[in-house]
């Protein structure tokens, strides 16, 4: 009689067991958004430049980008390459951070140049406490002239992310 009871006891804990790392498995899917917005160069000797844009992305809403762009040094394509420290901004508060590497290159438009940015998602707020990821995004950035310090950027991101 023991023996009737103590089996689907055994085999109750093992089915809850083996649902629980479903239920609380995060969810990995697309991360994709389109920006657009304005840049100011702030430091001619260190190049330093800090951008802020906003844009629909998914998961997040209505989202306000803050970033830090360095200047590493020159590239390939005769432009530059640069570090980058990004903020995401969710409707609701929730924060993304994000590290990137950028390879920007000159266009046959004066005063235009076409960066293609490599980003690895580092954490956040929010729900995006624990996220991880990764994304590429294009971005066009111009300015008035060789030697303005503002200008204006757009660009669409396409990736994964987990959280």
């Known amino acids: 009689?023991?023996?009737?009871?103590?089996?689907?006891?055994?085999?109750?804990?093992?089915?809850?067991?083996?649902?629980?790392?479903?239920?609380?498995?995060?969810?990995?899917?697309?991360?994709?958004?389109?920006?657009?917005?304005?840049?100011?160069?702030?430091?001619?000797?260190?190049?330093?430049?800090?951008g802020h844009a906003s844009g629909p992305y998914e998961h997040l809403g209505k989202t306000t980008i803050l970033a830090k762009v360095t200047i590493t040094g020159a590239s390939e394509c005769g432009g530059f390459t640069a570090t980058e420290e990004d903020t995401f901004t969710a409707a609701n508060g929730d924060h993304i951070f994000a590290t990137a590497i950028d390879i920007a290159c000159p266009t046959s438009s004066p005063n235009i140049i076409h960066i293609?940015?490599?980003?690895?998602?580092?954490?956040?707020?929010?729900?995006?406490?624990h996220?991880?990821?990764?994304?590429?995004?294009?971005?066009?950035?111009?300015?008035?002239?060789?030697?303005?310090?503002?200008?204006?950027?757009?660009g669409t991101s396409t990736g994964t992310i987990t959280y």
């Not at 990821?133 to 757009?154: D, H, I, K, N, R």
């Open 1 to 50: 009689m023991k023996t009737m009871i103590i089996v689907p006891t055994i085999l109750a804990v093992i089915a809850v067991l083996g649902v629980l790392p479903v239920t609380f498995a995060s969810s990995s899917s697309t991360f994709n958004g389109s920006f657009s917005g304005t840049f100011t160069i702030t430091s001619g000797t260190s190049t330093t430049i800090t």
């Open 116 to 129: 293609t940015a490599s980003t690895t998602i580092t954490g956040g707020t929010g729900r995006f406490v």
């Open 131 to 154: 996220a991880s990821g990764s994304f590429t995004t294009q971005v066009s950035a111009a300015t008035a002239s060789p030697t303005a310090t503002t200008g204006t950027s757009s």
